[in-house]
C-alpha cells in the first residue's frame, strides 16, 4: 500500500493525507462526532481529473470510496474506515455571472463560500442556514433554507452541473442534453457521479428583515401555535423554520426564526409572532443577507448527533402538545425539535422537474438528538427513535435524506422519493454507476 500511494500521490494534482500525516487527523473529522472513521487514505482533489484518478486507484485497490463536500451529513457518509475519502474541500471557488444571474461552484464549496461571492452582487441562490454546511451534498439531497418560501428548494435552483461518474467519464446534466440525469441529481444524492461544478439560477436580494425570536416557558405551547398560524396565512416573501428546545430546569424553549423579503417595514406576520405568548427575546432586525446566514452557525466537530424525522401534511394540536411532551421527556438540553415551512415556491415548481417526492407536505419535523458525552450515546439515540416514531402518524412522505442517518431502512429511502421516482432513480443509477461504486450515501440500489 505505501509503495501504490507514492505512485497516487504522484498522480495527483491535490495531495494524499495518509494516517501518519499531520493533517490526517483533522482531515478524517465529520461534523457529527459520533462518527469516528479511520480511512486508508484522504485524497484531497483538486479537478476533475484528480477526481478520475482518486475512483481509478480506489477501484483498483479494492477501496470503500466516501465522498466529502462539507462534511456534514449527520451519517457520516463522508467518512470511511480503511477506504479512500475523495476529498472536495480544496475545491471551493464559486464564480457568478451578474448579468446572466447564474453562478457556479465548485464539488467542494460551502455556503459561506456560496453566498460571499453571490452576494458581492446582490444576488443569491436559496441555501441552508449553517454557512459550513456543503453546497453540494444539501443540494443534491434537496436544501431547505431562509429562502425556500420564496425560491423553493436548492435543487429547484440547479440548472446543470458536471459530474466524473465512477469509470472515470466526465459527465454533464442538463436540460437539454441530459434531462433525466438533472432530474435525478435534485434530490437523489451522490449516487451517480462526484459533481465538480454546480451551476444555480440567481435571484436579486440584498436585505431582510430577520433573525431569531425567542420564546420561554408557559407561553411556548401558544407561540408554537402561532408559528403554525402565521406560516399558513404567510406570504411567499416569508421563510420560516422553528425549533423546540428545554433548558437546564426542563422549561420548555422556542426559537422562530423567520425570513422575510418583501417590501413592508413591519410585516403584519411579524406583528402576529411578536404579540404571541412567553417572548423573550426579539433578534429580528432588517439585515444584509450574509447576517441572516449566521443565525444558526454551530461549531463543526464538537457534538454528537443523531437525527430522524419525518414530512408532516398538518401541525393539528395534538401533534405540537406531543412534541412539547417529547421535549420534556429529552430530560437535559442540548436537543431540538426543528420544524421547517415548505410553503410557497416549493408547491410552484413543475414536481416532475426533480426526484424528490416530499413538495407536497407541509413542514418537515426533525428530531435532533445532540449530546457530548459519549457515555449517554444509547440515551439519546433511543429519544430521537422514539420521538420520530410519534410522529409517524402524520407521515406524508418518509424522511429528509439530508437529515436521515446511516441505518434508514430501504423503505424509507423509498419513500422520500415516491415507488414510480424511486424505479426511474435505479434506473439511472443502472446507467450511471452499475456497480455501486458509490454507495455511502442514502443508497440508491442499481438494478
Ligand atoms: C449544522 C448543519 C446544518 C444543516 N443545515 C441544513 C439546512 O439548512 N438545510 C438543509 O437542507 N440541510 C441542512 N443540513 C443537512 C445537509 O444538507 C446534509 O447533511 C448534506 O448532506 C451535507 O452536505 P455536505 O457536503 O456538507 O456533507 P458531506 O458529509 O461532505 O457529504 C454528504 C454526502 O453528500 C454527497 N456529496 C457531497 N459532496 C458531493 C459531491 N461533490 N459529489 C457527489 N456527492 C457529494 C455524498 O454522498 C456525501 O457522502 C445541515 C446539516 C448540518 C450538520
Known amino acids: 500500500m505505501t509503495e501504490s500511494l507514492t ?74 474506515d480503511d477506504g479512500l475519502v475523495i476529498d472536495l474541500s480544496r475545491m471551493r471557488n464559486v464564480g457568478v455571472d451578474p448579468e ?14 456560496l453566498d460571499a461571492a453571490t452576494q458581492a452582487h446582490g444576488l443569491v441562490t436559496p441555501g441552508g442556514v449553517v454557512g459550513s454546511t456543503g453546497v453540494t451534498g444539501l443540494t443534491l439531497g434537496g436544501g431547505i433554507g431562509h429562502l425556500t418560501a420564496q425560491y423553493g428548494l436548492t435543487c429547484d435552483n440547479l440548472i446543470a452541473a458536471e459530474l466524473v461518474t465512477p469509470v ?45 425570536l425567542e420564546y420561554a416557558g408557559g407561553g411556548v405551547p401558544g407561540a408554537l401555535r402561532a408559528f403554525r398560524d402565521v406560516d399558513a396565512g404567510a406570504r411567499k416573501d416569508l421563510s420560516c423554520q422553528a425549533q423546540l428546545k428545554v433548558d437546564e430546569g426542563l422549561t420548555p424553549a422556542l426559537t422562530i426564526a ?36 449566521r443565525v444558526f452557525d454551530p461549531g463543526y466537530g464538537i457534538d454528537r448527533h443523531y437525527w ?18 417529547r421535549m420534556a421527556a429529552l430530560g437535559r438540553p442540548p436537543g431540538a425539535i ?21 413538495r407536497g407536505a407541509a413542514f418537515n419535523v426533525s428530531v435532533m438528538a445532540t449530546w457530548i458525552d459519549p457515555a449517554l450515546d444509547d440515551e439519546h439515540i433511543a429519544w430521537a427513535r422514539e420521538t ?42 443502472t446507467r450511471y454507476d452499475p456497480g455501486n461504486v458509490l454507495h455511502r450515501n442514502q443508497n440508491i440500489p442499481p438494478i
Open 100 to 113: 446572466a444571474r447564474i453562478a457556479i461552484s465548485e464539488g467542494g464549496a460551502t455556503w459561506m463560500d
Open 338 to 358: 426543528l420544524i421547517e415551512s415548505l410553503r410557497g415556491a416549493p408547491k410552484e415548481v413543475d414536481p416532475t422537474s426533480a426526484a424528490i417526492g416530499y
Open 7 to 80: 505512485e497516487f500521490r504522484a498522480s495527483l494534482t491535490g495531495d494524499v493525507l495518509a494516517p501518519s500525516d499531520r493533517e490526517y487527523e483533522r482531515a478524517r473529522l465529520c461534523f457529527n462526532l459520533l462518527i469516528d472513521r479511520r480511512p486508508a487514505a484522504i485524497a484531497r482533489c483538486v479537478d476533475a481529473d484528480d477526481v478520475a484518478t482518486a475512483l481509478a486507484f480506489a477501484q483498483q485497490h479494492d477501496l470503500e470510496i466516501a465522498v466529502r463536500g462539507g462534511g456534514h451529513n449527520p451519517a457520516g457518509h463522508c467518512a470511511v
Open 168 to 212: 472515470g467519464e466526465v459527465v454533464r446534466a442538463n436540460g437539454d442534453e441530459t434531462p433525466e440525469l438533472l432530474w435525478g441529481i435534485r434530490g437523489g444524492g451522490g449516487n451517480f457521479g462526484v459533481a465538480t461544478r454546480l451551476m444555480f439560477r440567481l435571484h436579486p436580494l440584498e436585505r431582510v428583515i430577520g433573525g431569531l
Open 258 to 293: 423567520p425570513c422575510y423579503t418583501g417590501p413592508d417595514e413591519d410585516p403584519r406576520e411579524y406583528r402576529a409572532l411578536r404579540s404571541a405568548p412567553g417572548l423573550v427575546s426579539d433578534g429580528v432586525r432588517s439585515q444584509g443577507f450574509l447576517d441572516q446566514q
Open 308 to 325: 430522524k424525522g419525518h414530512f408532516v401534511g398538518e401541525l393539528p394540536d395534538e401533534l405540537l402538545d406531543m412534541l412539547l411532551e
Open 388 to 429: 420520530a416514531a410519534a410522529i409517524e402518524p402524520w407521515s406524508v412522505s418518509g424522511g429528509y435524506a439530508n437529515y436521515m442517518q446511516a441505518d434508514e431502512p430501504l423503505d424509507r429511502v423509498r419513500s422520500a422519493f415516491g415507488a414510480a421516482s424511486f424505479d426511474r432513480l435505479r434506473a439511472l443509477k
